[in-house]
């Protein structure tokens, strides 16, 4: 992987350099923003709406253990229970396997919580995100790095297309971010040449439904609700949104991956919702699957 140096970033790929600022390394192109920009605006102002980040740095260090009040702070301890099983069920043996310390690639890495869950562990991570901002973005990894011996890169970046080598990393992960993908292949690819011989890729937080009618149905759904709300369906970007079991064969077979379910629990609670759904006569609510995948002969 290239190194900051005085000069910036040099990508790898095709020579450019990317300069840091504010502890981002800068590497969307000029029109790649243009493309964003709406994207941004509108994401960001839902997010600050939602109550998301603070002045202060506790709340990052905190993250995923995070409680509170706000409207979107039930989402925390799911994302903590997710962390937990991935510790656990997947995390665990990648480095028991290995013997030492994981190079991961965190795309989608938000405000980079979990690139420092992970170099807290002892791994090398490199946290990848659309967005820059102080609170809401890569800015916010600034807080991360007083409290690491060695602070992980955080790069302002497409995730279909990364400012990086081929073959380097043991482990991709998509935190709450694969379903942003536009196309699902080509995400996958360019997660594929980054990694190792060897490496596979993780998907947490992503909702997976049964039949692809389903997840259509939520998109609506949330996008007019998006409207009603802050006045902007937010799609000015299109994404996936959403997998269904039909998507994971098919990627499956395209692509030569193996899938593995993991099924964390979220609580009684969470676990009834399909037969209150279904007693309600409303449309069967997503699952959260922690998928790993593996390239067959890899």
Request: glycine share 8%; hydrophobic share 40%; charged share 25%.
């Amino acid at each position: 992987m290239s190194a900051v140096d005085s000069s910036g970033w040099t990508c790898p790929q095709c020579a450019s350099i990317w300069a840091e600022t504010d502890g981002v390394i800068r590497a969307l192109t000029d029109e790649a923003r243009v493309r964003y920009a709406r994207f941004f605006e509108d994401y960001l102002a839902i997010r600050k709406a939602e109550g998301r980040g603070s002045a202060d740095a506790s709340y990052y260090l905190d993250l995923p253990y995070r409680t509170g009040s706000g409207p979107v702070d039930w989402q925390w301890p799911m994302r903590a229970a997710t962390w937990r099983y991935f510790e656990r069920k997947v995390l665990a043996s990648l480095e028991q396997a290995a013997g030492r310390p994981l190079q991961i690639l965190d795309i989608g890495a938000g405000v980079g919580w979990m690139s420092y869950r992970l170099a807290e562990r002892g791994h090398r991570p490199v946290a990848v995100d659309l967005l820059d901002d102080p609170l809401d973005g890569l800015g916010a990894a600034r807080h991360y790095a007083a409290k690491l011996k060695e602070p992980f890169p955080a790069i302002q970046a497409e995730m279909d297309n990364l400012p990086l080598a081929d073959d380097q990393f043991d482990l991709v992960i998509f935190n709450a971010s694969f379903h942003y993908a536009v196309d699902y292949r080509e995400t996958l690819q360019e997660a594929r040449r980054a990694l190792s011989w060897g490496g596979s890729v993780a998907i947490l937080d992503t909702p997976v439904y049964q039949h692809f009618q389903h997840g259509e149905q939520m998109v609506e759904e949330r996008h007019a609700w998006f409207a009603e709300r802050y006045g902007t369906r937010s799609d000015s970007v299109l994404s996936m949104e959403y997998l269904d079991e039909g998507m994971l064969r098919a990627l499956a077979q395209e692509l030569n991956i193996r899938w593995t379910v993991h099924k964390p629990w979220y609580g009684l609670k969470w676990h009834a919702r399909p037969l209150l759904a279904k007693l309600k006569g409303k449309r069967p609510p997503s699952r959260f699957w922690l998928l790993t995948g593996a390239w067959v002969g890899s």
